[in-house]
């Protein structure tokens, strides 16, 4: 059901001439300057973790959909609870996650075409603690 709602949508952009590709904004311009500057993200974290969000961001972008990239299940995206909005963790290394936001509700989540990066956290313990903010 939610493939063919998806596919659906997909083809009515298609019929429309519309970009279908999921459009990536920032939480702020500091996380936007690290994530267009992966030589500058490369001074904050380790290459390692820099190689591994380059790969989670180019899928995500070559998505048409965000269910499109949750089917792929890569990275090990995890639903995030605790928070107002909807946001998903993708796996960086052991510890830390590139943290995401899709621009939708529960009903609309497989369809999504907008996604907010929040930044790079370690979530796990008593508190969060950035590495990309």
Same mark, same amino acid.
């Given at each position: ?37 992966? /030589? ?5 974290? @380790?290459?390692?973790?820099?190689? %591994? #969000? ?40 052991? /510890? ?5 936001? @899709?621009?939708?509700?529960?009903? %609309? #989540? ?24």
């Amino acid at each position: 059901m939610k493939t063919e709602l998806c596919n659906n949508i997909i083809n009515q952009k298609v019929n429309n001439e519309e970009n279908i590709l999921v459009e990536i904004t920032y939480a702020n311009n500091k996380v936007k300057k690290y994530f267009e500057d992966y /030589n500058k993200m490369k001074r904050k974290i @380790p290459y390692e973790w820099v190689r %591994t #969000i380059k790969k989670h961001m180019d899928r995500l972008t070559a998505a048409e959909c965000f269910g499109d990239f949750l089917k792929l299940g890569l990275g090990n995206p995890e639903r995030l609870e605790g928070y107002r909005q909807i946001r998903y963790s993708l796996h960086v290394a052991p /510890n830390a996650r590139l943290i995401i936001e @899709p621009d939708a509700d529960q009903k %609309t #989540i497989m369809i999504c075409t907008e996604i907010e990066v929040e930044g790079v956290s370690d979530y796990h313990g008593s508190k969060e603690n950035w590495y990309i903010p």
